[in-house]
């Protein structure tokens, strides 16, 4: 059901990513996610970066939507449903958590469930510099190390977050790795993982309107984000051809990823 | 074991549960897996010359048990895009029914050829979204307009034409007459009920389009008397479709004179097993009635009652 909430707090995270945090009664688990709607604006999927007490979620402007949700105020109000979709398994074990620019904001409410539990948490973390780096100190505390990289250099190792992955999986041993980012890093991290054996969950994103498995605009391949996922594992994901190649737009038209939006006649032509 | 084949016309099918227009119909992997599940055929996401993104989200508000109410604006990727989806859907077999919508009877009439050459099965006229202006049931509500579109398709395709028909009219069953004038093959009845949703808070509509299409099964009643209605009026197969999400629901179409349903809505919970499940339910329920077979109970409870 859809309610009207209050923007309750907002913190600047990073120079392009924003947390609101707002009061909500509903249970929510760590890798779910709501319908968060701008009123005057579109109603997006946004994960839950802070799933107990207040609410929250952690947006990158990168839209016209999501640029108006990091400019949103403290008092203003937000249309909110759900939360929708499955979650991460936080069971106690040895997690390798990475995260890929805003991709982190999913992550970090399901380590702070797994330490809690008793579980071990090790972290890599990328971005293209040094200041986007989200949640870097939110998650310290709860693991044995942080590994950062960045593209330019500015922090850590000057490369991809891919490359420390590759490195720490052969040296050391997990249980599972938890993964949320730009697609083609997650099928790298996905790649490295399955080759010594170590089982991968992803959080992907697409393309939402109804967020109840209706209108398959968040169809990949035979399953629905909205409602088999948003966590899917990496093995499951390896077997479609539209992991890390291709998501659809409002339209439906299969796009890959990195192309420019094609331009669509207006709704009521 | 009751028998479960109908058919429309001369469109056999395997099940009389088939999956409504919009519902997973973006992608041509959603569909097969409908028709995998059991679906007796599957309808395409209603179709347009080109690409359309449809309204900005709010598209959906959620009712809970009694259904939804939406204003997607037809989205599609455009009928040159979409032949890729169809391809995907048929290559298992699927038995894909292509549904089109246009503003006027010769875009329908080219839609039409077009989609006749993805090996549909068969045509159906989205006469009556009730959301999209110059579109749906803007030309759909006028019985001569349906006439028109209607003959275009038949006069330019070989394939059977199912004439999607609106609630939202004073005389539903005038437009099946209407539509039955322009040769049409059969009658889908019906598309969602107008309706609309207002926040409190906000002060404001919640949906982007103001107004949209209400589904679910708050809609079954009004669906059936649309189908009982068209029954006594027309001589031709009817398609019944609104709110239904159990097996009493399927049967009691088929009884107010349904050869066939659709489900949609209640896709939302019940996934693609739904039509596994509602496939063995009227089964056993049929068995139950001691009626041999889904064709027995068409328009069956019309026998011995007057005119409505
Ligand atoms: C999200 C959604 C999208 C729909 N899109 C279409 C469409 O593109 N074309 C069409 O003819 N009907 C469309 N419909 C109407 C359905 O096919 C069906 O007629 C209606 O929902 C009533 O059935 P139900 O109560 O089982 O959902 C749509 C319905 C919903 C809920
Ligand atoms: S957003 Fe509609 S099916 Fe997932």
Known sequence: ?269 | MADLRTRVGALELRSPLLLASGIWGESGVSLRRAYDAGAGAVVSKSIGSEPRDGYPNPTIEEYGSWGLLNAMGLPNPGMVAYRGELAAARQGGAVVIGSIFGHDASEFRTLALAMAETGVAALELNLSCPHAEGLGSEIGGDPTLVTEITRAVKEAVPLPVWAKITPNAADPAALAVAAVAGGADAITAINTVRAMAIDVDLQRPVLTHGLGGLSGPAVKPIGLAVVWQIYERVQIPIVGVGGISTVDDALQYLLAGASAVQIGTAITHGGAGLFSTLNAGISHRLDELKIPSVTALIGAAHRGTQSV
């Open chain 1, 1 to 269: 059901m859809r309610r009207i909430r209050t923007v309750t707090s907002r913190v600047q995270e990073t120079p392009s990513t924003v947390t609101l945090r707002f009061f909500d009664d509903l249970p929510a688990a760590p890798g779910q996610f709501v319908m968060l709607w701008v009123p005057g604006d579109d109603e997006l999927p946004m994960s839950l970066s802070f799933c107990e007490g207040e609410r929250g979620v952690t947006v990158k402007s990168m839209g016209a939507t999501s640029a108006h949700i990091t400019r949103l105020q403290e008092g203003d109000k937000i249309g909110v449903r759900g939360p929708y979709g499955n979650q991460f398994d936080v069971a106690p074990r040895h997690i390798l958590l990475v995260g890929g620019g805003s991709g982190t904001a999913v992550l970090a409410p399901a380590a702070e469930a797994l330490v809690r539990g008793g579980g071990e948490l090790t972290v890599a973390l990328g971005a293209t510099t040094g200041p986007e780096l989200l949640f870097a100190e939110r998650l310290r505390p709860l693991a044995d190390a942080v590994h950062l990289a960045t593209d330019d250099g500015s922090e850590g190792y000057h490369g991809f977050v891919t490359d420390v992955v590759t490195r720490l999986i052969t040296m050391q041993s997990f249980d599972a790795v938890w993964t949320c980012g730009p697609e083609v890093m997650m099928s790298k991290v996905e790649a490295a993982a399955s080759r010594v054996g170590v089982p991968v969950w992803c959080s992907v994103e697409r393309h939402m309107k109804c967020a109840v498995g209706i209108c398959d605009a968040c169809a990949l391949g035979p399953f629905h984000v909205c409602q088999d996922g948003p966590v899917f594992p990496g093995a499951t994901l390896r077997r479609l051809e539209e992991f890390a190649h291709s998501h659809r737009d409002p339209s439906g038209r299969k796009l890959p990823f990195g192309s420019p939006p094609p331009t669509t006649l207006p709704p009521s032509s």
